[in-house]
């Protein structure tokens, strides 16, 4: 029996129930180019490819890939061995799904990480700390929106599915898991002007969560700017509503208002 490697993040997911209730989620058709991160022990790599004429993985653990090159065969199973973090999607083809029980430790630079490639992608399942998922689907004004919601909630449409117990899986967590649903936004509705510039505005406003915006973009935005914008300065970076922070990033990317 293989043994969950720490240094991985590794917790297999063991029960049957919750398992079927993910491709229920999934929904894979034969024809689906999907992709599956860390395919452990192959919980979920078996009942995919009980309806996929062909799956691909992206695997790091060489025991793992040992146990699935003796496990599958070739022609319904193409092995990528590496990091996920280092992977080159595109090289997959497109329109691609991407399905997994994602390490937790790596988590957002993943979801990152894929978003480079939402073009490319029809839509992404994903096993996740039950808190990041409340995090990424967080409407504004609420506890959990901060940083990752912004960031990810401009890219893509977010629902979370199914809530997974620590005893789902071997060995157990310590923390809650549940499923999100990622599907990528319409570059005809992503209003971003400069991503990087989009990125920047956002970190500041939510590096000190306790100061008013007047203090947090004050590299940013003037008393006029936030006239301009319509933006009460005394409001706090989590009030602000994606659209919102769009409106802020567009504003000083367009008029050139960074301040020295």
């Known amino acids: ?17 919750i398992i079927a209730d993910i491709i229920d989620v999934i929904a894979p058709q034969a024809a689906d180019n999907m992709v599956e991160i860390g395919p452990g022990l192959g919980a979920l790599t078996t009942p ?59 988590s957002s630079p993943l979801l990152f990480h894929f978003a480079q490639y939402r073009e490319r992608i029809t839509d992404m399942h994903f096993m996740l700390q039950n808190e990041v998922v409340d995090r990424m689907v967080a409407e504004h ?28 899986f071997r060995p157990a967590p ?24 989009f990125s920047a505005v956002v970190a500041a406003a939510f590096g000190q969560r306790r100061k008013t915006l007047r ?22 970076a989590e009030t602000l509503s994606v659209s919102e922070f769009i409106k802020v990033a567009n504003h000083t990317e367009s008029h050139h208002a960074l301040l020295t």
Do not use: W
Request: charged share 25%.
């Open 1 to 17: 029996m293989h043994k969950a490697k720490k240094k991985f993040g590794q917790n297999f997911l063991i029960d049957q129930n």
């Open 48 to 106: 995919l490819l009980k309806h996929l004429n062909h799956l691909h993985v992206v695997e790091i653990d060489r025991d793992i890939i040992t146990r699935l090159e003796n496990n599958y065969s070739t022609s319904k199973l193409t092995i990528h061995a590496g990091d996920a973090l280092q992977f080159d999607f595109a090289s997959l083809g497109t329109p691609l799904r991407i399905v997994g029980n994602l390490p937790y430790n790596i």
């Open 141 to 168: 004004d609420t506890p959990a929106y901060g940083r990752l919601s912004v960031m990810l909630q401009y890219r893509f449409d977010m629902e979370k599915l199914l809530d997974v117990p620590p005893d789902s």
């Open 174 to 197: 310590k923390v809650d898991s549940a499923i999100v649903r990622m599907i990528p936004r319409s570059e005809d509705n992503i209003f971003v002007k400069n991503e990087a510039h």
């Open 215 to 236: 203090n947090t973009l004050r590299a940013y935005l003037t008393e006029s700017d936030f006239v301009a914008l319509d933006i009460d300065p005394q409001r706090r």
